[in-house]
Every structure is written in C-alpha cells, then in structure tokens.
C-alpha cells in the first residue's frame, strides 16, 4: 500500500479496481479466490507489484479481504457487482470516504485542486519528507482526480449554516417531494446524518452504521499508534 507520510492511499482510483473485480468475477463466478487464480485470470503476475498494488487498492477501498493466501470480496463488493445502479454509485461513494487522505483533502479544498496544494497538505499534515512531497503529490493528484466526485463528507452532508444554532432535534419530517418522502434527518451538536426515506431506507441505515463503525475503528487505532504524553 502507497504511503504518503502518516496517510494510506491506495494505487488506483475506484473504478479502475471495480473494472478488475467484475473482470475475474465474471470468468470464476465465486466470491472467494486464492490470489494465484485471481493473477492468472487477470493475466498477472502474482508477485508481482502491479497486483500487489491492485489487490492492496481493492482492500483498502474495502471490495475485499485478503487472508490465507486467498482473496474474498466484501459485502460492498458485491452490492458493486449485483446493485442497481443507484446502490452501486451510494457504494463507490461509501468505498472512496473510507480513504482518510481523499476525504480530509476533500475537506479542505473540495473537488479543485492542484498538484502544489497537495503537496503543501502532505507536508503540513501528513508530515511527508520534502523530498518526497512533490513525487507523492503527483501521484496522489492523478488518482484524486478521479475520485473526487464520489466523496461524501459531514460538510457535504451539512445543514445549512443558519440551522446550526438550533436545538438539537431528532426524528423525521414527512413532506411530499418527487421522492415522496423528506430524508430521516438527525441532528445533534457537531453531528448531522440524512438518509433517504424510501423503500431502501433500513438498507441505508445499515451502510451508515457499517461506516460509522469503520471510522470509529480507524480513529481508534490511529490514538494507539500515536505516542502517549509523558
């Protein structure tokens, strides 16, 4: 996995890794593959760094597992390979938040950006040597560039800033719409979840739970590996 100081950033963009992932799945039709059978239908090498670089980008956007030598795809991975096209684009943008230097990026200077921000933002916060920076940053803009437009964020999913000295409140507000429902909608303090309220809506809350749960665990190891004050 490519590192960029104190960040992960996998090799390739999403849809490059969903183009493999059908691209095997198609020929084995099974959801868990030892790596030599998936480097051979993908006509690579298994040792190789190309492969190894793609099956990391596909772990790390969180469409598989590796493990025994074999490789699984994931739950999101296969809502990538079976949803309708409205799951499959809610997944890709799920799988692409999940990249900590994608979103905090995102954060800071939305979908334009140029090669010298992001060499800045390396050197700043993820602490990258500057003799490294400009090198990473060339990669790391390639690939952010392509995967910019799936991100979601809490300030993309914010209210309105003139709500923001509210109470905190919770529950739903039921409004005709084209969709015919307003989204559920909670909001306390920092925090501020929508969900679409239709037919898929306990699917929703799942995928947001499953999220939550991998930032929690993401957080929580990046404070074991920080050094504790003496």
């Keep these: 996995m490519p590192k960029a100081g104190k ?6 963009d999403i849809d490059h890794c969903i183009d493999k992932l059908r691209q095997y ?5 099974i959801d868990e593959v030892t790596r030599q059978i998936v480097a051979e239908t993908l006509d690579m090498k298994m040792r190789g760094g190309g492969f190894a670089n793609l099956i ?3 772990d790390k956007y969180g469409l598989v597992t590796t493990g025994r030598g074999n490789i699984t795809i994931t739950d999101l991975g296969k809502k990538i390979l079976y949803g309708e096209a409205h799951e499959v684009e809610r997944t890709k943008k799920q799988a692409v938040s999940n990249i900590d230097l ?15 921000q992001i060499r800045a933002f390396l050197r ?12 990473i940053a060339e990669k790391v803009d390639k690939i952010y560039k392509n995967v910019s437009n799936y991100i979601v964020t809490a300030k993309k999913l914010a209210p309105p800033s003139e709500t923001s000295s509210q109470a905190p409140s919770f529950g739903r507000r039921e409004v005709t719409t084209e969709s015919g429902k307003e989204p559920l909608k909670v909001q306390k303090g920092g925090l501020y979840i929508e ?3 239709d037919n898929e809506t306990l699917e929703n809350i799942q995928s947001a739970k ?10 929580r190891n990046k404070q074991k590996k920080e050094p504790k004050a003496a």
């Design 7 to 12: 960040y992960d950033y996998p090799f390739f």
């Design 25 to 29: 799945h198609e020929v084995l039709k």
């Design 56 to 58: 990391s980008a596909m």
């Design 102 to 116: 994608f979103r905090e990026l995102y954060e800071q200077y939305g979908d334009s950006i140029n090669q010298e």
């Design 124 to 135: 700043q916060k993820g602490n990258v040597d500057i003799s490294k920076a400009q090198k």
């Design 195 to 197: 969900i679409a309220s």
């Design 210 to 219: 499953n999220l939550l749960t991998f930032w929690e665990n993401e957080l």
